[in-house]
Every structure is written in structure tokens, then in C-alpha cells.
């Protein structure tokens, strides 16, 4: 569909299947075709009793710069009603039904931390840093980070991360509970990829439960995610959104 999302499997991790931003020269910013690419992946995953996992992982020194900016102008412009890729995939990506791993390794932005929220283990480097600037670009948060990040980092993180676009730093993530590990850059993949083959030899059954137990429910998390589309979809087409994007657009 897209060369800027490889989904893999390999078989010296049985059971995992790795969903990789390929896009380096634009900091793998997500475009809708990615979008598209990883909420198929994801539904080939669910529907698949040999994956047992599932990781997300970036290029060397970059997770993902967020949603591409060139994709927001256009549908700011465009007067499109229909609900954009990115909304498609945060829902599968909710309602995912295996295991999500997350290896970071430098730049998280916008959905590329907030993607992290839906994972159950996210190992880091230490060069990384997490960053939502949705309020600076005219918008709000998305893929229900406003209601999963005040649970587990409380209200004062959650705000300074995700309504002053404050940066946490891998350290400052972990202390956070935003992930779990932090580990050298050239280990940040052999150590998702670990965990998800840890994971794959669980028993299924009693891991999806946990799992599911553990996530709480999620017609909460979709429900919220449509209230922030709701404001996003407005927020996008708003002067002082557009006026953010044309001035990244023109640098
Ligand atoms: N959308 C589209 N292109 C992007 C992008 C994005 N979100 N982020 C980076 N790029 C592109 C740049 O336009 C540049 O392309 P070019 O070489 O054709 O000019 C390339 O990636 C490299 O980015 P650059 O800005 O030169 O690298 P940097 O190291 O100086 O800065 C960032 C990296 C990520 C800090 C900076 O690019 C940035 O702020 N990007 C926007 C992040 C953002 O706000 N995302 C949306 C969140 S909701």
C-alpha cells in the first residue's frame, strides 16, 4: 500500500509482527496512506491467531514527527466532512485485540506519543523525547489522550504534556508512567521485540483477559475519542490552526 509502513514478521521473534514507520527523510510523519497501512495491519493482527503481538517501532534516531503537516493543511482546506485516516486507525488501534509494544528511539511527536498510550509496554532510549503541540497548532488532543493520560500520570503531567506541549524526556516519561523502560538506543528494538516474544508465550486466553481487565473499558476511550474528533475536525479548519500549518508549511 505504502513503502513508508513495513509490517513484518520474522521468525527469530515467533508470534510478533512489527509495524515500522519507513518515512526518515520526513521524520516518519504519518500520512493517511500509513494510516491506512496500519489500521490494516492491525485488523490482519487481530483476525490472525499466529500473532500474538504486536510492536510499532521507528528509524534510527526518529519514532515518528506525528501526523504530516502537508495532510492537515489540505484537509483543512479541502471542506471534507469525512472522518480523516488517522481517525479510523486511533479507534483500531483501541480496540486492537493482541498486545501492542512500543519501541521508541528519539522523536515521539503529536500521535507518535500519544499512539504510546495504547500500548501495554513501551521501552524508550534515552535520547528520546515525548511531545504534543496541539494547542500550539490551533488543536486539541487526540486518541483519547485527554482522558488515558490524567489516569496515569495525573492531572498536572497530563496538562503540561498535552496543553502547554511541555517535552518529557524518556527519563521524565518513565517517571511518569507513560512507559516502561528506558535502554540504550541500539537496544531499544531487540528489547520491544523481546517483550512481544515474552508475551507471545503466554498462555492467550488468560493474557487477553488481564489485558482487558487491565485497559478498563474501551467504549469509554471510543467515546472520548469522538468528543476530541468532534473539536479537532473544527479546530482544523480553524484560522489559528491553518495559520500553524502554513507557517511549518513555508519555513
Ligand atoms: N509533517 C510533514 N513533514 C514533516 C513533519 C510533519 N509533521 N515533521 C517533519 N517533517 C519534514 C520537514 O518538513 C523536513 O522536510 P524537508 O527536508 O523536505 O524540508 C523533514 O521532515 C525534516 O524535518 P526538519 O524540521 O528539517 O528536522 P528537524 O530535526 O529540524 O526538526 C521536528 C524535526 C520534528 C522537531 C520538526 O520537523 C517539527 O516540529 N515537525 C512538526 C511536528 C509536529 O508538530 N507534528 C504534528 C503534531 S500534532
Redesign the pocket.
Known amino acids: 500500500m505504502t513503502e513508508h509502513i513495513i509490517v513484518s514478521r520474522t521468525d527469530a521473534y515467533p508470534g510478533v509482527m512489527t509495524i515500522r514507520f519507513n518515512r526518515p ?3 516518519n ?1 504519518i500520512t493517511a496512506a500509513m494510516y491506512q497501512a496500519m489500521t490494516a495491519a492491525l485488523k490482519e493482527a487481530n483476525g490472525d491467531p499466529e500473532v500474538k503481538a504486536v510492536v510499532f517501532l521507528g528509524t534510527d534516531g526518529c519514532f515518528s ?8 493543511l489540505s484537509y483543512a482546506l479541502s471542506g471534507s466532512r469525512e472522518p480523516p485516516a488517522a481517525a479510523v486507525f486511533i479507534k483500531a488501534l483501541a480496540l486492537a485485540e493482541k498486545p501492542l509494544v512500543s519501541g521508541v528511539d528519539g ?1 515521539a ?3 507518535g506519543t500519544t499512539l504510546n498510550l495504547h500500548c501495554d509496554l513501551t521501552v524508550a532510549s534515552g535520547r528520546s523525547l515525548f511531545r ?3 494547542v500550539d ?1 490551533g ?1 486539541v488532543p487526540e486518541a483519547a489522550s485527554s482522558l488515558i493520560a490524567p489516569k496515569i500520570m495525573g492531572h498536572q503531567r497530563a496538562f503540561a504534556l498535552l496543553a502547554m506541549g511541555d517535552g518529557f524526556t524518556a527519563e521524565a516519561a518513565m517517571q511518569a508512567g507513560l512507559i516502561w523502560k528506558v535502554v540504550g538506543p541500539s537496544e531499544v528494538e531487540m528489547e520491544a521485540l523481546a517483550l512481544a516474544a515474552e508475551i507471545a508465550k503466554k498462555p492467550p486466553q488468560a493474557l487477553r483477559i488481564a489485558r482487558d481487565l487491565v485497559r478498563g473499558p474501551r467504549d469509554e476511550v471510543i467515546a472520548r475519542m469522538d468528543e476530541e474528533l468532534a473539536h479537532f475536525a473544527e479546530r482544523l479548519k480553524s484560522d489559528e490552526a491553518r495559520a500553524a500549518f502554513e507557517a ?1 508549511m513555508q ?1
Open positions: 527523510d520526513k521524520k510523519a514527527a506525528g501526523n504530516d503537516m502537508g495532510d492537515f522523536l511527536i503529536g500521535i504534543t503541540p496541539f497548532l488543536l511549518f519555513r
